[in-house]
């Protein structure tokens, strides 16, 4: 499951207007009442120098400016912005106009405006979202026709702070909102200050690949942990990477198709437009022009063959598969698996779906699923790899209703052997026996401590048991819960709250547990625990993972340039991982990247390898 909260077919529709007695201001029932007597004012006086307008849920009257931009679909409405500025850089020229139908106003035309102020919250008031400052019931007077654009303001690598965001006032809850605004120290607040203002970018590398909803994101820092395919890394909470910007489109796809762009390649040229926040990606410049997509053609990667004395693992999360996908989604991960992994000898499986899918009915076996896809894997010049998994009770393990994803693993019979131990089930928890220096699974496959709060509605770990040339090699397979419900980093909360990783976290302490059992009755057993982890390599759940270096995260032995396995919001970044046990002396370890960056994807992370000698 992917990090990135999920749409729904209500993205284009304008989410209904959150009220918030001293915060919040709607607009009156009627225009005409709600703007009389009210004083002229400018919309830097909107604006104000904090977050939230100093005039939230007041009227008023004889509003000015240039129409920079026009919006006929999803959340209708104009940009407008004043050309004459004051001399504040805190205070944004332009401002939103929402007017709900389609604005009968063009680009150029210099309009007054009456209406009431209100902030509008994308996602609403839980979300932790920033607030839209806004003009709504709008009563709009053209002036004139045909006027010069206010000239756009330049976002370059210099104009952008490196620090990302102040600290929130702890006596405000965390939030900044009521902070005043200092664009020359902090990204957040300088492109809060252009909030609607019309803005400009130049040449800039793509960071983030289109995606369905036709947009993506660019970097105006050509260098900021940039990596030699083009991306950008988040490397810690940190370091946010301050040059990040949405890319959208004012003209409807229908009249002007938006570029299919992959990681690497550039907008070569000016971008301009005015400068919008929305609820999927925070600060977005929505384009009246749009720079050229240069193609750089980025590659998917392969990686190495296993020598024959190597065990090969992998962690592959193939997004949702069940019966009903198209056979060319079948077809293309089979592919992936044979050529760009290079067949591995065990390959762990996650959201793989029962055999109807996201039917809701009871069924919660995968059989058809994995025949179907085995069979696409021999299809394709793979081996013919048998599978094992456990189904789980209906409903119970998270992720889209009716689904019931599991984690399954895939092994090459002709190279690995499973070690079956009958007694495995959804409920009832494998354990580590043996002798010393001889740890083994009571069941295989079996599921760890299934009954854990820990678990509740998330996937439960998958162990089994594994031969490779005489040598125990135990493998945990994992998806941990998601980070839905956490807020986005461009949250009015600083730092933001990400309350998705206290489950994880307990989810992080169990798995290590498990493996701490092994490693008391064998301090040199092979353990690789891998999956989707739904974490950093540097976070909570990872430490947790890891203590008492009962584990080490692989993805560490790579260069900090290259840890990453999906793409959210323009950062590169590690969800996917492989955990070894100190037995496991010498590894390979390989992010193969074939999906995050790309336009087209067959998922939306990266598998991960490791090859290593038992």
Known sequence: MSSSIPRSAAVAAVVTAALAAGLLGGASASADDATAGAAP???????????VSPLAGKPVAGVTGIVTGVRTYGSRGFWMQDPQADDNPATSEGIFVFTSSVPTVAVGDSVSVNGSVTEYVPGGLNSGNQSLTQISKPVVTVLSKGNTVPAPVTIWAGSVPDAYAPEGDPAAGGSVNGLTLDPETYALDYYESLEGTNVRIGTSRVVGATDPYSELWVSVKPFENDNRRGGTVYG?????NTGRLQIQQLAPIAQQPFPKANVGDWLAGPTEGPLDFNQFGGYTLVANTLGQHVDLGLEREVTDRQHKNELAVATYN??????????????ALAKAV????ASPDVVALEEIQDD???KNDGTVTAGETLKKFTAAIVAAGGPAYEWRSIDPQNGKDGGEPGGNIRQVFLFNPERVSFVDRAGGDATTPTAVTGTKGNAHLTLSPGRIDPANTAWENSRKPLAGEFLFRGRTVIVVANHFGSKGGDESIVSHHQPPNRSSEAKRLLQGQAVNAFVKDVLALDKQADVLVLGDINDFEFSGT???LTDGGALYPAVKSLPLSERYSYVYQGNSQVLDQILTSPGVHHFEYDSVHINAEFADQNSDHDPQVLRFRP
């Open 542 to 544: 990872t430490k947790a």
């Open 236 to 240: 810690s909470y940190d370091a946010q």
């Open 318 to 331: 193939v997004e949702n598969l069940d019966p009903s996908d198209p056979q060319e989604k079948f077809d």
């Open 41 to 51: 004012v400018r919309i830097h006086d909107i604006q104000g120098t904090t977050r």
């Open 356 to 358: 109807n899918g996201a």
């Open 338 to 341: 044979v050529e760009n992994l």
